[in-house]
C-alpha cells in the first residue's frame, strides 16, 4: 500500500495545531498532534502575535514525528490575513508582529484616503475595506515612524515568515499577499502607485510563488533539533481560508461557500476579479485562490462574538457548547438581533455588555442570560449569512445552488440549520477540519498525489461524512429578516 505522509500547520487567530495527514490510496485520515493557544500579547498600549511561540509549536510537533519515527513527505504552513513580520539585512527578525486587532489602525483608513481615494484604491485592488489590511498597517507605521521598518530589508506575510524561520529562504506565496490591498489580481503582482504612496519598495518583498510551491528544506539546525532530515516545506495556500476553500467537497462549480470560525467568510470561487460598482458598495473581496482561481467574498465577524462571551462566562461558570446550543433552544427566537459586523463588535471590553448596549440603542429586548445572548448570535449571523447571500445572488456569475458549510461552525448543527432557514437553500456542512485537508491536499498535489483542485475534491468527498440541511420555516424566517433589517445598524 503506497502512503504519505503530510506535515500541517494551521494557526488561527486564538489558535494553532499540528496535523499529521495521511493518504493511501485515496484513503485520507487526519490525526492532530498538538493543539495550543495563539495569544494576544498586550503590552506598551500596542497588541502583538508571539511569533517565536508559534514557531517553538512547529518544532514541538516535529519533533513528536521524529520521535514516532514517522516519514513526512512535506510540511506547510496557513495563517490567518494581513499580519506581516519585519527582517533586517541579516535576516534576522526585527520585533514581534503586530496583530490586526492592534488599535493603532483605528483611524488608518481615512488617513491614507488623503493620498488616493477609496474609490481608486478598489478598482485597483477589489479587495473589501477593513481598517487592518496591510497597506493600512504599513501607512500606519510611517506615520509612526516605526524604527523596524525603517530598517527593515524584508517584509514577510506571517506563514512565508515562518516558512523563512524553518528554512532560511524567503519568498511571497500569492494568496496571503492577496489579503493585503496593494496586490492587483488582474496583473497578479503588487501595485507600484500603492507601495510608492506608503514609501514601500517591491524588492522588500520576497519572489512571488504559488501555492504548491516548494520553498526549501528544513535547515541544518532544525534538523539537528527535530531529529528530521531535509524535509521540503511547500508553500500552500498560505492564508488559511484559501486552504479551507480548497477543501470544499464540491460536485459542481454552482457553489459558495462559508468558511465558519472565528471570522465567517462567505463567498464563491470565480475565475477572474469581480470589481465593479456594486463589489465595491457592498465590500466584498477579491482574494487569490488555487490553480488561478479568485475567491470574491465577504468578511463576516463569526463565532469571535460567542467565543468572547465564553470567556466572559469562565470567571463563573464554564459553559460547553453543548449547554449554550440548549439554552440558544429554549430561549425565544428573534427578540433580540444585531449586525455582527457593527464596529462596537470588533474588539470591545465586554462584548455582553456591547450586545446589550446595541440591542438598548435599536429598542429591543436586552439579553439577559447565557440562552438569550446565544440565541442572538445564533440568529443574527444566520440572518447576516442571508443578508450577504444576497448580495452574492446579484454578482455571481451562475446560479448559485447550494451553500458549503466549512471550517469549526461546520459542527453546529443549530447555527447551520438556522443558516439553511435563512438563506433558503440546501446547506451541506463538512469538513470541520477544512483548513489543515486543504492545506495538505496541496501538498498532495504538490506530491504528485492528486492531479488537480477537481481531483483533490473528489477525495475530501469521499472520505468526509458530510451532513444537508434543507430549509424550513421559510415564512418565519422570511419575517425574522425584515425585523432585522430594521435593527441593522453600521454606526454603533
Not at 458598495?281 to 468572547?308: D, S, Y
Request: hydrophobic share 40%; glycine share 6%; proline share 4%.
Amino acid at each position: 500500500m503506497e502512503c504519505s505522509n503530510f506535515f500541517a500547520v494551521d494557526l488561527g487567530a486564538t489558535s494553532g495545531r499540528t496535523i499529521l495527514g495521511t493518504l493511501c490510496n485515496r484513503k485520507m485520515e487526519l490525526k492532530e498532534l498538538t493543539r495550543f493557544p495563539n495569544n494576544i500579547i498586550e503590552t506598551g498600549e500596542h497588541f502583538y502575535w508571539d511569533i517565536l511561540a508559534l514557531y517553538y509549536e512547529i518544532i514541538r510537533g516535529l519533533k513528536i514525528v521524529a520521535q514516532n519515527k514517522i516519514k513526512i513527505q512535506s510540511i506547510g504552513i496557513d495563517t490567518w490575513g494581513v499580519d506581516f513580520a519585519l527582517f533586517g539585512k541579516d535576516g534576522a527578525l526585527l520585533r514581534s508582529p503586530y496583530s490586526y486587532r492592534d488599535p493603532q489602525t483605528e483611524d488608518s483608513q481615512e488617513e491614507y484616503f488623503k493620498k488616493i481615494s477609496k474609490e481608486e484604491v478598489y478598482r485597483i485592488t477589489g479587495i473589501q475595506f477593513m481598517n487592518f489590511n496591510s497597506l493600512f498597517q504599513l501607512d500606519t507605521l510611517q506615520r509612526n515612524e516605526c524604527s523596524a521598518l525603517k530598517v527593515a530589508d524584508k517584509i514577510l506575510f506571517m506563514p512565508d515568515a515562518l516558512s523563512y524561520m524553518l528554512t532560511k529562504r524567503m519568498v511571497t506565496e500569492y494568496t496571503i499577499a492577496s489579503t493585503s490591498q496593494m496586490l492587483n489580481p488582474r496583473s497578479k503582482r503588487f501595485e507600484k502607485s500603492l507601495l510608492e504612496s506608503i514609501n514601500i519598495y517591491e524588492n522588500q518583498f520576497a519572489n512571488f510563488v504559488s501555492p504548491g510551491t516548494q520553498i526549501g528544506v528544513l535547515t541544518p539546525e532544525i534538523q539537528k533539533i527535530t531529529g528530521l532530515g531535509p524535509v521540503p516545506v511547500i508553500a500552500v495556500a498560505g492564508h488559511d481560508t484559501a486552504s479551507a476553500v480548497a477543501a470544499v467537497p464540491a460536485k459542481t462549480s454552482h457553489f459558495a461557500y462559508l468558511s465558519s470560525g472565528t471570522w465567517s467568510l462567505m463567498g464563491i470561487e470565480v475565475k477572474d476579479a469581480i470589481i465593479n460598482r456594486q463589489s465595491y458598495e457592498k465590500n466584498f473581496t477579491n482574494e487569490g485562490g488555487i490553480e488561478g482561481t479568485t475567491r470574491f467574498l465577504k468578511n463576516i465577524c463569526g463565532m469571535w462574538l460567542l467565543e468572547r462571551c465564553r470567556k466572559e462566562w469562565e470567571a463563573t461558570t464554564n459553559y460547553s457548547y453543548g449547554e449554550l446550543i440548549d439554552a440558544a433552544l429554549a430561549a425565544k427566537p428573534f427578540q433580540s438581533l444585531i449586525n455582527p459586523d457593527a464596529p462596537c463588535f470588533a474588539n470591545p471590553d465586554s462584548m455582553i455588555n456591547t450586545i446589550r448596549y446595541y440591542c438598548t440603542k435599536t429598542k429591543q429586548h436586552e439579553p439577559q442570560n447565557h440562552g438569550e445572548i446565544t440565541r442572538c448570535i445564533f440568529d443574527s449571523l444566520a440572518l447576516r449569512y442571508k443578508q450577504v447571500m444576497g448580495y452574492l445572488k446579484d454578482m455571481s456569475p451562475f446560479y448559485i445552488e447550494v451553500l458549503h458549510v466549512i471550517g469549526g461552525g461546520s459542527k453546529n448543527n443549530l447555527l447551520n440549520q438556522f443558516t439553511s432557514n435563512a438563506v433558503g437553500m440546501p446547506v451541506i456542512a463538512g469538513p470541520s477540519e477544512g483548513t489543515a485537508i486543504g492545506n495538505i491536499m496541496i501538498q498532495a498535489k504538490a506530491a504528485g498525489k492528486v492531479k488537480d483542485i477537481v481531483d483533490m475534491r473528489s477525495v475530501i468527498s469521499d472520505n468526509i461524512e458530510l451532513n444537508r440541511f434543507e430549509p424550513q420555516d421559510s415564512t418565519l424566517w422570511e419575517n425574522a429578516y425584515k425585523m432585522y433589517i430594521k435593527k441593522y445598524r453600521e454606526d454603533i
